[in-house]
């Protein structure tokens, strides 16, 4: 997929451009620029560097929720243990 195809203001779009450039960092690969509409008509562009995997990865965490919520999942759930 590349920059042309992606519909940047939908987060399930991004989300794998954000994990590729994640795991390119984490391999030793530099994912210079990251650019996307922020969705209200606002280009946004982010550039990454061996220092930036925390902001990253926050920003993978939050697409990831931006997501899960439009498809109805839920991200964090509770366990109960006991027999009832």
């Given at each position: ?29 530099r ?7 922020a ?46």
């Amino acid at each position: 997929m590349t920059a042309a195809d992606t519909d940047y203001a939908d987060p399930c779009a991004v989300l794998p451009r954000i994990r590729e450039a994640y795991y390119a960092l984490l391999e030793g690969r530099r994912a210079e620029l990251v650019e996307f509409d922020a969705g209200n008509g606002v280009r946004r562009r982010v550039q990454y560097g061996q220092g930036d995997i925390p902001a990253l990865r926050a920003e993978l965490n939050r697409l990831e929720g931006l997501c899960a919520s439009r498809s109805g999942a839920q991200r964090r759930f509770g366990l109960r243990a006991g027999g009832f």
